[in-house]
């Protein structure tokens, strides 16, 4: 209900979004998280200070930040993204699609 009063007020604010996504995430709200974060796409809306994640293979760490290209293989991981992301959709219009049964 806040959040809907929020962005009334200030509908280009990332943080309330980000804000709503890490309370969805906390009560394990993945379908909720997935479409909130779908909404800020459609609407053009990005994090100011997006969040980085690591990984280490062989001994290397690679480094990987939100919307970062730089890495050599940006392209494959977005690639692997976008297909999990629609695995995400789809398995909720199934979810709905069940429950209209």
Same mark, same amino acid.
């Given at each position: 209900?806040?959040?809907?009063?929020?962005? /009334?007020?200030?509908?280009?604010?990332?943080?309330?979004?980000?804000?709503?996504?890490?309370?969805?995430?906390?009560?394990?709200?993945?379908?909720?998280?997935?479409?909130?974060?779908?909404?800020?796409?459609?609407?053009?809306?990005?994090?100011?200070?997006?969040?980085?994640?690591?990984?280490?293979?062989?001994?290397? /760490?690679?480094?990987?930040?939100?919307?970062?290209?730089?890495?050599?293989?940006?392209?494959? /991981?977005?690639?692997?993204?976008?297909?999990?992301?629609?695995?995400?959709?789809?398995?909720?219009?199934?979810?709905?699609?069940?429950?209209?049964?």
């Amino acid at each position: 209900m806040a959040f809907s009063k929020l962005i /009334v007020l200030e509908p280009r604010n990332n943080g309330y979004y980000s804000l709503l996504i890490s309370m969805y995430a906390g009560e394990n709200g993945w379908r909720d998280v997935a479409e909130v974060r779908g909404r800020m796409i459609e609407l053009g809306i990005e994090k100011i200070c997006p969040g980085a994640s690591w990984i280490q293979l062989d001994k290397r /760490v690679h480094l990987f930040a939100a919307a970062d290209t730089s890495h050599s293989t940006s392209d494959e /991981v977005y690639l692997l993204l976008d297909e999990i992301y629609e695995h995400m959709r789809l398995a909720q219009e199934l979810s709905m699609h069940i429950k209209s049964y």
